[in-house]
């Protein structure tokens, strides 16, 4: 097993094995020190030339950097060293020589483009700005987690091979499936809806979606994280209370939890948990609003969609996150609740951050006869959704439920300027690997 002590936990007095990689060694003639990193931290070790056993001093001395080491020695205390310690080392072991090409500078001294980070993404986050994303990353998912078992709802996991899309066709992956044409899930709706309607009633999931979005964008992956939510016997307000929820709870684990992180990051001082609830503005208020901002060309007029500029314009006024409620039927998606009484209005929602567009969501058609009429005026087939529309013959409550971007939720959390530093291989138009 792991024996070693992490840098970060070496106390002055022990005698301890750390091990890490060699992030700098700094010789300056009769003492030389060895920079060692490991996922805690770092600690300086001592080479004193003529204090020393020649061999472990030359050891130490031949190590390229991002070599991967073990050192036992004594932990002492020093105030000349970066964190008042240092190990003087009896023994140093390579378990791994790094070349002394590397492709990318985890110290950070050079600057690397994102595409040369990407193409090495360990020795990417061995750098401790890229640790931190992923550390948070995980944190917000933790936090998620926990906030959707506080609303009562069971995580659940649905295939992502399947025989329909639900997000537009146009951006379906297909692929081949024993002979049959199948394709790679681009959101888990069918699916969450379908446990929604047994005795489960309530659910969330954390799982990947596939989209062959043509853009090329700073805010769309082919393949990013959805974290879904449906409950039966909710509606729209009661989805957008969960999502609030949520939302707010990754912010307080993070701000929690995750102090060093921050730091790291250059963020800890201005970073703020989003007060609850958030506003909530109908499709009307928000482009009257926008329109006022006077910031696009040509007014917008109901029926459209929000164009980026707008989204941006609104978010400048707005200054937080909020939700864009009643939104016009025709742009909503056929599994969209329409309101009973204006047939022309849906029950459908976004969850907006100033930067972008986090969520989409909103009560369901639970009415199989509605659903049906839904599927034909967005011209697709209800037969090909048979495994779907036939549960709602057999007794489907309301319910409502959301999909928020995960990889979104942690760029704009962080102020990360592309969606791609929240994942750890993306998968773009030109990325297929790593
Ligand atoms: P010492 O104070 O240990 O006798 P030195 O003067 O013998 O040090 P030098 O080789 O002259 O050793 O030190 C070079 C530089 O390294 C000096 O600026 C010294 O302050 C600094 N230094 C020496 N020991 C340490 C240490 N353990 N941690 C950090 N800096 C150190
Ligand atoms: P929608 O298609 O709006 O809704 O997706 C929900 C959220 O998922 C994120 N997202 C993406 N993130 C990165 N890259 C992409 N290509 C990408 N596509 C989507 C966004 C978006 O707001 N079934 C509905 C949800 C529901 O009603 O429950 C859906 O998928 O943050």
Same mark, same amino acid.
């Given at each position: 097993?792991?024996?070693?002590?992490?840098?970060?936990?070496?106390?002055?007095?022990?005698?301890?094995?750390?091990?890490?990689?060699?992030?700098?060694?700094?010789?300056?003639?009769?003492?030389?020190?060895?920079?060692?990193?490991?996922?805690?931290?770092?600690?300086?070790?001592?080479?004193?030339?003529?204090?020393?056993?020649?061999?472990?001093?030359?050891?130490?001395?031949?190590?390229?950097?991002?070599?991967?080491?073990?050192?036992?020695?004594?932990?002492?205390?020093?105030?000349?060293?970066?964190?008042?310690?240092?190990?003087?080392?009896?023994?140093?072991?390579?378990?791994?020589?790094?070349?002394?090409?590397?492709?990318?500078?985890?110290?950070?001294?050079?600057?690397?483009?994102?595409?040369?980070?990407?193409?090495?993404?360990?020795?990417?986050?061995?750098?401790?700005?890229?640790?931190?994303?992923?550390?948070?990353?995980?944190?917000?998912?933790?936090?998620?987690?926990?906030?959707?078992?506080?609303?009562?709802?069971?995580?659940?996991?649905?295939?992502?091979?399947?025989?329909?899309?639900?997000?537009?066709?146009?951006?379906?992956?297909?692929?081949?499936?024993?002979?049959?044409?199948?394709?790679?899930?681009?959101?888990?709706?069918?699916?969450?809806?379908?446990?929604?309607?047994?005795?489960?009633?309530?659910?969330?999931?954390?799982?990947?979606?596939?989209?062959?979005?043509?853009?090329?964008? #700073?805010?769309?992956?082919?393949?990013?994280?959805?974290?879904?939510?449906?409950?039966?016997?909710?509606?729209?307000?009661?989805?957008?209370? +969960?999502?609030?929820?949520?939302?707010?709870?990754?912010?307080?684990? +993070?701000?929690?939890?995750?102090?060093?992180?921050?730091?790291?990051?250059?963020?800890?001082?201005?970073?703020?948990?989003?007060?609850?609830?958030? #506003?909530?503005?109908?499709?009307?208020?928000?482009?009257?609003?926008?329109?006022?901002?006077?910031?696009?060309?040509?007014?917008?007029?109901?029926?459209?969609?929000?164009?980026?500029?707008?989204?941006?314009?609104?978010?400048?006024?707005?200054?937080?996150?909020?939700?864009?409620?009643?939104?016009?039927?025709?742009?909503?998606?056929?599994?969209?609740?329409?309101?009973?009484?204006?047939?022309?209005?849906?029950?459908?929602?976004?969850?907006?951050?100033?930067?972008?567009?986090?969520?989409?969501?909103?009560?369901?058609?639970?009415?199989?006869?509605?659903?049906?009429?839904?599927?034909?005026?967005?011209?697709?087939?209800?037969?090909?959704?048979?495994?779907?529309?036939?549960?709602?013959?057999?007794?489907? #409550?309301?319910?409502?439920?959301?999909?928020?971007?995960?990889?979104?939720?942690?760029?704009?959390?962080?102020?990360?300027?592309?969606?791609?530093?929240?994942?750890?291989?993306?998968?773009?138009?030109?990325?297929?690997?790593?």
């Amino acid at each position: 097993m792991d024996e070693r002590t992490y840098t970060a936990d070496a106390e002055p007095g022990q005698t301890a094995t750390v091990a890490g990689w060699v992030h700098e060694i700094r010789d300056l003639g009769g003492i030389a020190f060895l920079i060692l990193r490991d996922t805690s931290g770092r600690i300086q070790i001592k080479l004193e030339k003529d204090e020393m056993d020649d061999e472990l001093v030359e050891t130490g001395l031949d190590l390229s950097r991002e070599s991967v080491v073990t050192v036992t020695g004594d932990v002492k205390e020093e105030p000349r060293a970066p964190t008042d310690v240092e190990v003087v080392p009896e023994s140093i072991e390579v378990l791994s020589a790094a070349d002394t090409e590397l492709p990318l500078d985890p110290t950070e001294k050079v600057d690397a483009e994102l595409s040369t980070r990407l193409d090495n993404r360990t020795l990417d986050l061995r750098r401790e700005a890229g640790q931190a994303v992923f550390e948070i990353r995980s944190e917000v998912l933790r936090a998620a987690r926990e906030a959707f078992r506080a609303a009562d709802a069971t995580e659940i996991n649905t295939p992502k091979i399947v025989a329909t899309g639900t997000e537009g066709g146009t951006e379906l992956f297909p692929i081949t499936y024993f002979g049959q044409e199948a394709f790679m899930n681009q959101s888990p709706q069918l699916f969450k809806q379908l446990v929604a309607g047994s005795n489960v009633e309530r659910v969330f999931e954390i799982g990947p979606i596939f989209r062959a979005e043509e853009h090329n964008t #700073p805010r769309h992956l082919n393949e990013a994280t959805s974290i879904d939510f449906e409950g039966a016997f909710c509606d729209h307000h009661d989805a957008m209370d +969960v999502c609030e929820d949520v939302v707010a709870a990754a912010y307080e684990a +993070v701000a929690e939890n995750c102090e060093a992180q921050l730091e790291a990051l250059g963020i800890a001082e201005e970073f703020t948990v989003p007060e609850t609830p958030f #506003p909530r503005l109908s499709y009307e208020e928000a482009i009257e609003r926008i329109n006022a901002t006077g910031e696009l060309d040509e007014q917008l007029v109901w029926g459209d969609d929000l164009p980026t500029e707008g989204e941006r314009a609104l978010g400048d006024d707005v200054g937080g996150h909020y939700f864009i409620t009643d939104w016009p039927a025709e742009i909503k998606p056929f599994y969209i609740m329409d309101h009973d009484d204006d047939e022309t209005l849906s029950t459908g929602f976004d969850m907006m951050h100033p930067r972008m567009e986090l969520v989409s969501g909103g009560q369901r058609e639970h009415r199989r006869e509605q659903l049906i009429e839904g599927f034909e005026a967005q011209g697709l087939d209800p037969e090909a959704f048979e495994y779907y529309t036939k549960v709602f013959k057999y007794g489907m #409550p309301p319910h409502a439920g959301w999909g928020l971007g995960g990889e979104r939720l942690v760029m704009t959390m962080l102020d990360l300027d592309n969606i791609r530093e929240a994942v750890l291989f993306p998968r773009d138009r030109q990325r297929l690997s790593p």
